[in-house]
């Protein structure tokens, strides 16, 4: 019976510890999730050192997508792979991060000015090929986008432009972005029988990206179509892009609405949406809103070219309106995350 009793509070104390032990690793993991979290908006509003800080703490707590973003910005501050970087780097590989190991494969010159880089850079890259492929081939289409980068510093175009449509087909919006303006705008891959062709194919993807909410893609979208002569989609998506969270893209709107027609005879021929007539408050107020979130002198140019037509009480109303924009929005960039 004592015997009995013993084995029992000894499961009972067994059980307790393993309840705590994962009680405890699912805070910890919660934890560097925030701290991810917060890492990354500063990091999208460019405030490096705010974001490093986050990052190394999530890092610490094993948080390998934290780790290689706080490589990146030592590797950018530094313009090559410090010793403190490559630790970094190596954590987020180590974790899977397949971009973590594309930095680990460049070459000698982000190595620093000793070129001490030590690891061999053609077992990361083959290991980022095998870790992004398994799960592209599962379907995963962030997968497939690794891949683009994989083939690209390979020199491969032709097998990066493939998994580049693939995500896009698979609904990836980054893709369907990237697709767009990076492959088939920029640099003109693809083969087309004419540009009318090309054209199309470029505002099918940044429609299909823009209508999942993509903001890079709503603004580009809406130049295009403007630049096109389709005002009436155009202005659909200059009333969109207002109410993201991208920069250039609440900049865009705000301005568009103020300015309304009078936008080609401050800016030129072709520069307006073919709105009726200018929408002062509301335009002023998403300017105002933005400015107030960022501290950018940007919005506060744009309202002052158009200072004439501004009398206090629109002002006024602008004010107020403005007070309810952007509330509790960070305002980001969208820097992608192994470009720069």
């Not at 992004?132 to 289409?141: F, K, N």
């Not at 009726?276 to 105002?288: D, K, N, Q, S, W």
């Amino acid at each position: 019976m004592m015997w009995d009793l013993f084995l029992s509070r000894t499961y009972i104390g067994v059980f307790v510890a393993f309840i705590a032990f994962f009680a405890q690793a699912e805070t910890s993991d919660e934890k560097a999730a925030e701290l991810f979290k917060e890492g990354y908006t500063f990091y999208q509003q460019y405030y490096s050192p705010n974001a490093f800080g986050k990052f190394k703490q999530a890092a610490q707590l094993g948080h390998a997508e934290a780790a290689y973003y706080a490589g990146n910005i030592l590797r950018r501050n530094h313009t090559y792979i410090t010793e403190e970087a490559e630790k970094f780097y190596r954590q987020a590989a180590e974790g899977g991060d397949v971009y973590a190991m594309l930095r680990l494969g460049q070459d000698d010159k982000f190595c620093g000015t000793l070129r001490n880089c030590d690891y061999d850079r053609e077992k990361w890259i083959s290991k980022a090929l095998d870790t992004a492929l398994s799960r592209a081939e599962a379907g995963d289409s962030d997968a497939m986008m690794e891949l683009f980068s994989v083939y690209w510093a390979a020199g491969d175009r032709t097998s990066a432009l493939e998994w580049t449509v693939k995500a896009a087909e698979h609904g990836n919006a980054f893709a369907q972005y990237w697709l767009a303006v990076g492959l088939l705008d920029e640099r003109e891959m693809g083969f087309y029988w004419t540009d009318a062709g090309r054209r199309a194919d470029i505002l099918k993807w940044l429609k299909a990206s823009a209508e999942q909410g993509f903001p890079k893609a709503m603004l580009k979208l809406a130049l295009e179509l403007r630049d096109g002569g389709q005002l009436e989609e155009a202005r659909y998506w200059v009333e969109a892009m207002g109410k993201t969270d991208y920069y250039d893209a609440i900049l865009e709107s705000g301005a568009a609405i103020l300015f309304g027609p009078d936008a080609e005879s401050l800016y030129g021929e072709g520069s307006g949406y073919g709105f009726a007539e200018p929408r002062p408050v509301e335009g002023a107020a998403i300017l105002l809103a933005l400015h107030r979130q960022t501290g950018k002198d940007a919005p506060l140019k744009m309202i002052e070219v158009y200072r004439d037509k501004l009398t206090p009480e629109i002002m006024a109303r602008a004010e107020a309106r403005s007070k309810e924009l952007l509330v509790d929005t960070p305002v980001i960039y969208y820097l992608p995350k192994f470009g720069i």
